[in-house]
């Protein structure tokens, strides 16, 4: 059964802005760690954002500056603000519970949903 429902992708012009969100209600964990992973088409997946069940946020160097990370624990929903979108932003987006990836490699809790496609226009 898939945990993660993520929404809010779509088709947005650089220097353009996005929300995602991430429902986590069916995860038996009550405050996980939760990461905001992306693939481009032809790429690996990689790690964009991450957020304790504290609220400690750690970011890719890309995205610094430029994306935000948040939580609604009431809500079991996580969030990524995307500001000033780039071209090399776009990618299909996922969440997932995270078990310590490093920026190379990615060890997640469970299985993948259908993630949400962000889409730059030119």
């Known amino acids: 059964q898939v945990q993660f429902v993520e929404s809010g992708g779509g088709l947005v012009q650089p220097g353009g802005d996005l929300r995602l969100s991430c429902d986590y209600s069916?995860?038996?964990?009550?405050?996980?760690?939760m990461g905001w992973y992306r693939q481009a088409p032809g790429e690996g997946r990689e790690l964009v954002a991450r957020?304790?069940?504290?609220?400690?946020?750690n970011y890719r160097d890309s995205v610094k500056g430029r994306f935000t990370v948040s939580r609604d624990n009431a809500k079991r929903t996580v969030y990524l603000q995307m500001n000033s979108l780039k071209p090399e932003d776009a990618a299909v987006y996922y969440c997932?519970?995270?078990?310590?990836?490093?920026?190379?490699?990615?060890?997640?809790?469970?299985?993948w949903g259908q993630g949400t496609q962000v889409t730059l226009s030119s």
């Open positions: 997932n519970m995270d078990r310590g990836s490093t920026w190379s490699q990615i060890v997640v809790f469970d299985s």
């Open positions: 069916r995860s038996k964990f009550s405050l996980p760690t």
């Open positions: 957020i304790t069940g504290g609220g400690v946020t």
